[in-house]
């Protein structure tokens, strides 16, 4: 089955600073790829996804690249704010088969002052 | 609009007892998810729906049973609690036949003793 693995574990940023989450994939299969952010006491909200016919999709300072050569897929955030302040999920999978989306264990992204 | 609910948000149980979780979704979904969230792991999938009348098992499934009882509301059921339960719990749903573009419930805290 697919396997993700996801770092670094914890971030600290500094506010206005950029923060990279990267994960990595096994299965050659999968073809969605999306970020969840979830806050304390909240469940997980999508924020961005990428599919595996294009590289690379932004929204405003949220950005998401694929690479399928390497497996790899990484969340980029531009200009942190407090508020991104969160852990962040990727996950994995093939799309048409719920049972095949498989989650990274999270990242927790802290934003200084 | 509420988007996914879930009932109750905490419970303590003890080993042996029976419990419902209850989700409904006012969203007008096809798809209905239950995930259980463990620290380190990530989500797994427990059990998916893809439409009323029919239930699938997913990564972890041992333990549990479903009810779609409609289109809004999918049910997970305890038989006979186990520590290893012990979880944070996350009903989700979604409008795509593929699966992609989830909503999360805000989570149920589930501890059992």
């Known amino acids: 089955g697919e396997n993700v693995e996801q770092h670094p574990s914890t971030l600290s940023v500094q506010e206005g600073d950029s923060a990279v989450i990267k994960c990595t994939y096994s299965?050659?299969?999968?073809?969605?790829f999306p970020w969840y952010k979830q806050e304390l006491g909240k469940g997980p909200q999508l924020i961005i996804d990428?599919?595996?016919?294009?590289g690379e999709k932004k929204d405003q300072r949220i950005a998401v690249t694929l690479n399928k050569t390497a497996k790899h897929f990484s969340l980029h955030i531009t200009e942190t704010q407090p508020e991104d302040s969160a852990v962040y999920f990727c996950?994995?999978?093939?799309?048409?088969?719920?049972?095949?989306?498989?989650f990274g264990t999270g990242t927790r992204l802290q934003v200084t002052l | 609009n509420a988007g996914v609910t879930q009932t109750p948000k905490f419970q303590v149980l003890k080993t042996g007892q029976s419990m419902t979780l209850q989700c409904a979704q006012d969203?007008?979904?096809?798809?209905m998810y239950w995930y259980r969230q463990d620290p380190g792991m990530g989500l797994r999938l427990i059990y998916y729906?893809?439409?009323?009348?029919?239930?699938d098992k997913g990564e972890v499934p041992n333990g549990y049973n479903v009810s779609r009882l409609n289109k809004r509301e999918f049910s997970l059921r305890l038989e006979s609690a186990a520590p290893s339960q012990t979880s944070v719990y996350f009903c989700?749903?979604?409008?795509?036949?593929?699966?992609?573009?989830?909503?999360f419930g805000q989570g149920t805290r589930l501890t059992v003793v």
């Open positions: 989700a749903s979604s409008s795509r036949q593929d699966h992609t573009e989830a909503f």
């Open positions: 299965d050659s299969a999968s073809n969605y």
């Open positions: 990428i599919r595996s016919n294009v």
């Open positions: 996950a994995g999978g093939n799309t048409g088969t719920a049972s095949k989306l498989t």
């Open positions: 969203m007008n979904h096809n798809s």
């Open positions: 729906s893809a439409s009323e009348g029919t239930t």
